[in-house]
C-alpha cells in the first residue's frame, strides 16, 4: 500500500557510530538508494537484534509485551510512520486497528520500528523527513559504522554488564 508524501522502507541493518559509539538503525528502501540511519539506545538496539535474528529470550522483552497486548486486546498493527525531524529528534507514529476503528498513537521510532518487526508491519518514512535528513541519494561514502546485526549473545551480555548509566541518551 502506497502512502502520499512517505517512502516504504525497510531495517536495512543495525550499526554502531564509530564516534559516539551509539546503536543507529539504518532504513532502506527497496532499491536502497534511499537511506535513513537514526540513532538509538543500547536498550532498542538489542530488541532490534534480537527479533532480526531470532533470537527467542526466556521472558518477554518490553516490545513482545506490548505484541501480545496488541494481540490480546483484538488489534492489529496497520503500519508504522516516522512522520517528522524536529531539533534532531526523529518522531514516529504506530497507526493500528481496533475493531474496525483506526487509532494513531505517537511514539518514538525505536520504539516504532521494534513492534514494526515484530508485528510483519510496513514502514513508513515522510518524504520531509527524508529531505531534513539529507539521505535522498545514495550513502555517502566515508567511515563505515560497526556491524552490529551478528552481535553474538555472549558478547552482548558482556556489552550488557559493562554499560554505565552514563552511556544512555534518556536518563532517568
Known sequence: MEREGFV???VGGLALDPVTKTPVVVLKDDTEKLNLPIWIGLLE?????????GIKMA???????????????????????VTALKDNTFYAAIHFDVDGVAHSLD???SDAISLALRTSSPIYVARE??????????????????DISDVSPEDWE???????????????
Do not use: C, W
Open 8 to 10: 516504504l522502507m525497510k
Open 45 to 53: 538496539a538489542t530488541s532490534m537484534a534480537t527479533q532480526l535474528e
Open 59 to 81: 521472558r518477554p522483552m518490553t516490545h513482545d509485551l506490548l505484541k501480545g497486548m496488541i494481540e490480546e486486546l483484538g488489534a492489529r498493527v496497520q503500519r508504522i510512520e
Open 107 to 109: 511514539s518514538r521510532p
Open 129 to 146: 523527513v527524508l529531505e531534513a535528513s539529507s539521505v535522498l541519494n545514495e550513502q555517502t561514502p566515508g567511515e563505515a559504522a560497526q
Open 158 to 172: 558482556k556489552i550488557l554488564e559493562t554499560l554505565d548509566p552514563d552511556d544512555f541518551k534518556y536518563k532517568m
